[in-house]
Every structure is written in structure tokens, then in C-alpha cells.
């Protein structure tokens, strides 16, 4: 149906306001990389046309819709991973870049390409630090909310791809509102900790993304099921030995968060109960009694603050409200004082009136009395 119930003029009129703003977004597509030579060979997924065109000042300018070339050349589904390092060793920051529209950073768009070649770039997609110290690639979240790990899972059905970006920055199930979707999530879970199995100290030792990856995981969990997984896995003499739980327990997140410190506590318990002995376990008991003891009286002190400011805060009210009702009082006796005067003066102007009139009958009563 027409948008005006069959008036054809406004019919019209809208079809080309319509077809109108359809050919300026084709325009703007088709002269959206004018000159921006390295934006263009990324778009084409050129080697050549990037490495001719690649300069550190190219490599930082955005197109109109505030997207770096490394955010052109990470959507691409040509992409290799020699044309991604190009251009991000080049201007290391560009990984971090999310302040477009969207929010979304090279990674988010790297998370939802199909291409064959992804898995192969995505580990220079989630730095640990950049210039600036921001965070890390796989933690930011888009416009909805996001990470890159949730869109992947949403969206690119390589479980590569998924598994890599959930190593990193994990997810919950509850996330996912499908149950294809929470399922995946689940078997990504289940892939996780048996990765986690292979990381066998000292043959191999986790990363510092890994490391992040894993508190990320045990300081996050929601879901009771996901909580007894890993408690059932730190149990498990075979698949978790002593020298990896150690590991586990030492691993720091790019807060340089301990994960023993700031695991959920069904976590934190079962890596005590695996690593330390009934002594060492007393010990921890008194020392984490000791810093709640500190904690809440930090927090009865912190309370006692808040009472505090509260009651100054009254107090403060108090003395406004007191001060506008003397004000507002003073205000009333001004205007019933200037009333009064304004009684007064009128009154003198009657009797004046009054004094005129009289003066002025006697003068015609007396001229009157010559005449007769």
C-alpha cells in the first residue's frame, strides 16, 4: 500500500525522496574510499596495492564511517594473514579501534568473516597491550553489548574460529537466548577444559592471553552447572596434575588478578582443597577470615561515612529550607510594609483631592455672594 491511502501526488513525491536517498547511499559506497588508497586495496584484498599504498599516516585515517583499514581488511573473507600484518604492525593501535557507529573493532569484524583464512589471523587481532594501554582486543564489546567470542557464536559457523576467541574471552549460557546457541556454548566448555588438560607444565606453559583467558573463565561463572565442570576438572587427578593447577591458580588476568583470588568460591575452593595441605588450608582459613574481618570493618567504617554525610546533607537541607522561610517571611513583611505605604500615599492624594475641591467650592460660593 502507498504511504498517503492512494494520493498519487504524494505517492510520487515520496517514491523520489525514496529513490533519492537509495542513489546517495550508492554514491557515498561508490566514492567511499576517494582518496583512501589503502582502505581501497584492503577492500580488493590486494598484497601489491597494500604494501604500495601503506604508510603509518595511511594506516590511521577512517573512512566516513569512522572504519581504519585494518577494520576493512578484517571483514574481508580474501583476508591473509601477511595483508593483516601488513597493515597492523604498521599502526599496532588499530586493533583497538572501536569508535564508530557500531563499536565494533577489527576483531568483531573478524569474528563474523567466513573466510578460510581467519583462524590464521586472528591470534594479531587480540593484543595483549597497545601503545595506549587498552584493553585487550577480545574484551571490548559492540553497541549491543558484545564481544567478539558471543558474535562468532551467533554468527560464523567455523568452531575454530569460535574455540580460538573462547580460549580468551568466554561467554556464559545465558547469554544465548536458542538452545542451538546455548548448546554451542556448552561444547565450547567442555572443549575448553580439555585444552586446558593439554597445557601440561613444563612442556608447555599458558600464555599470557591464556592466562587471561582462564581468569576471565573462573571469576565469571554464572550458571551452577559451568561452576561444578571446573570444580570437577581441578578434581581430576588425570586430567588436571598437580603442576597445572598450580599454574591455573597462579594465572593473572591483564589486571594482574590472581585467578585463586578472584575465582568464584566453589572454584577458589576446589584449588585450595587440591593444592594445599590441612595446615596450609588453616592458614588460608585464618587469613581469609582475617581480611573479612577487614573487609567488613572497612565497610561498617564506610556505612558510618555514608550516615554521616546523610546527616549533614539533612542538616544542610534543614538550614536552606530555614533560610527560604525567613526569606519568604521577610519577602511577605516587604510587601505588606510596601502596601501599607502604598495605603498611605493614596490616602494623600484623596485628602489632597479633597482639600482642592473644598478650597475650590468655597472660592465659588464667595463669588457667587458678589454677584448677588
Same mark, same amino acid.
Not at 72 to 82: F, K, M, Y
Not at 102 to 123: D, Q, T
Given at each position: 500500500?502507498?504511504?498517503?491511502?492512494?494520493?498519487?501526488?504524494?505517492?510520487?513525491?515520496?517514491?523520489?525522496?525514496?529513490?533519492?536517498?537509495?542513489?546517495?547511499?550508492?554514491?557515498?559506497?561508490?566514492?567511499?574510499?576517494?582518496?583512501?588508497?589503502?582502505?581501497?586495496?584492503?577492500?580488493?584484498?590486494?598484497?601489491?596495492?597494500?604494501?604500495?599504498?601503506?604508510?603509518?599516516?595511511?594506516?590511521?585515517?577512517?573512512?566516513?564511517?569512522?572504519?581504519?583499514?585494518?577494520?576493512?581488511?578484517?571483514?574481508?573473507?580474501?583476508?591473509?594473514?601477511?595483508?593483516?600484518?601488513?597493515?597492523?604492525?604498521?599502526?599496532?593501535?588499530?586493533?583497538?579501534?572501536?569508535?564508530?557507529?557500531?563499536?565494533?573493532?577489527?576483531?568483531?569484524?573478524?569474528?563474523?568473516?567466513?573466510?578460510?583464512?581467519?583462524?590464521?589471523?586472528?591470534?594479531?587481532?587480540?593484543?595483549?597491550?597497545?601503545?595506549?594501554?587498552?584493553?585487550?582486543?577480545?574484551?571490548?564489546?559492540?553497541?549491543?553489548?558484545?564481544?567478539?567470542?558471543?558474535?562468532?557464536?551467533?554468527?560464523?559457523?567455523?568452531?575454530?574460529?569460535?574455540?580460538?576467541?573462547?580460549?580468551?574471552?568466554?561467554?556464559?549460557?545465558?547469554?544465548?537466548?536458542?538452545?542451538?546457541?546455548?548448546?554451542?556454548?556448552?561444547?565450547?566448555?567442555?572443549?575448553?577444559?580439555?585444552?586446558?588438560?593439554?597445557?601440561?607444565?613444563?612442556?608447555?606453559?599458558?600464555?599470557?592471553?591464556?592466562?587471561?583467558?582462564?581468569?576471565?573463565?573462573?571469576?565469571?561463572?554464572?550458571?551452577?552447572?559451568?561452576?561444578?565442570?571446573?570444580?570437577?576438572?581441578?578434581?581430576?587427578?588425570?586430567?588436571?596434575?598437580?603442576?597445572?593447577?598450580?599454574?591455573?591458580?597462579?594465572?593473572?588476568?591483564?589486571?594482574?588478578?590472581?585467578?585463586?583470588?578472584?575465582?568464584?568460591?566453589?572454584?577458589?575452593?576446589?584449588?585450595?582443597?587440591?593444592?594445599?595441605?590441612?595446615?596450609?588450608?588453616?592458614?588460608?582459613?585464618? !587469613?581469609? &577470615?582475617? $581480611? +573479612?574481618? /577487614?573487609?567488613?570493618?572497612?565497610?561498617?567504617? @564506610? %556505612? #558510618?561515612?555514608?550516615? =554521616?554525610?546523610?546527616?549533614?546533607?539533612?542538616?544542610?537541607?534543614?538550614?536552606?529550607?530555614?533560610?527560604?522561610?525567613?526569606?519568604?517571611?521577610?519577602?511577605?513583611?516587604?510587601?505588606?510594609?510596601?502596601?501599607?505605604? !502604598?495605603? &498611605?500615599? $493614596? +490616602?494623600? /492624594?484623596?485628602?489632597?483631592?479633597?482639600?482642592? @475641591? %473644598? #478650597?475650590?467650592?468655597? =472660592?465659588?460660593?464667595?463669588?457667587?455672594?458678589?454677584?448677588?
Amino acid at each position: 500500500p502507498s504511504p498517503d491511502n492512494g494520493n498519487n501526488t504524494n505517492t510520487n513525491a515520496f517514491q523520489n525522496n525514496f529513490f533519492a536517498q537509495i542513489t546517495s547511499i550508492a554514491n557515498n559506497l561508490k566514492t567511499r574510499f576517494d582518496n583512501l588508497p589503502l582502505h581501497r586495496a584492503c577492500y580488493n584484498a590486494s598484497e601489491q596495492d597494500i604494501k604500495d599504498s601503506l604508510t603509518n599516516e595511511a594506516a590511521q585515517q577512517t573512512d566516513r564511517f569512522n572504519l581504519n583499514p585494518l577494520h576493512i581488511l578484517a571483514s574481508n573473507p580474501n583476508a591473509t594473514i601477511e595483508m593483516i600484518k601488513l597493515v597492523a604492525d604498521q599502526y599496532p593501535d588499530a586493533v583497538a579501534k572501536a569508535d564508530n557507529a557500531m563499536r565494533m573493532s577489527p576483531l568483531h569484524f573478524a569474528s563474523v568473516n567466513p573466510g578460510e583464512h581467519v583462524i590464521e589471523f586472528l591470534p594479531h587481532l587480540v593484543p595483549l597491550t597497545t601503545s595506549d594501554n587498552v584493553r585487550l582486543g577480545c574484551t571490548i564489546q559492540n553497541m549491543d553489548s558484545q564481544t567478539p567470542t558471543v558474535l562468532s557464536i551467533l554468527y560464523n559457523p567455523n568452531n575454530d574460529v569460535q574455540q580460538h576467541l573462547f580460549k580468551y574471552q568466554q561467554c556464559e549460557v545465558s547469554e544465548f537466548g536458542g538452545k542451538e546457541y546455548q548448546d554451542r556454548v556448552r561444547g565450547l566448555e567442555e572443549w575448553y577444559l580439555n585444552h586446558i588438560a593439554q597445557m601440561l607444565p613444563p612442556d608447555h606453559t599458558l600464555s599470557l592471553l591464556e592466562q587471561h583467558g582462564w581468569v576471565q573463565f573462573v571469576s565469571g561463572v554464572v550458571e551452577p552447572a559451568t561452576a561444578q565442570k571446573i570444580c570437577n576438572f581441578i578434581g581430576d587427578l588425570e586430567k588436571c596434575t598437580r603442576p597445572l593447577a598450580q599454574e591455573l591458580a597462579d594465572a593473572k588476568d591483564d589486571e594482574n588478578r590472581k585467578a585463586i583470588d578472584v575465582a568464584v568460591e566453589e572454584v577458589q575452593s576446589a584449588l585450595i582443597e587440591r593444592l594445599y595441605s590441612t595446615e596450609e588450608k588453616l592458614k588460608l582459613k585464618v !587469613e581469609k &577470615e582475617k $581480611k +573479612e574481618a /577487614e573487609r567488613k570493618k572497612k565497610e561498617v567504617e @564506610r %556505612k #558510618k561515612k555514608e550516615v =554521616e554525610r546523610k546527616k549533614k546533607e539533612m542538616e544542610r537541607k534543614k538550614k536552606e529550607a530555614e533560610e527560604r522561610k525567613e526569606r519568604k517571611v521577610e519577602s511577605k513583611e516587604t510587601e505588606v510594609e510596601r502596601k501599607e505605604k !502604598e495605603v &498611605e500615599r $493614596k +490616602e494623600k /492624594e484623596i485628602q489632597s483631592l479633597l482639600a482642592v @475641591r %473644598k #478650597k475650590t467650592t468655597k =472660592e465659588d460660593m464667595c463669588t457667587d455672594c458678589v454677584i448677588s
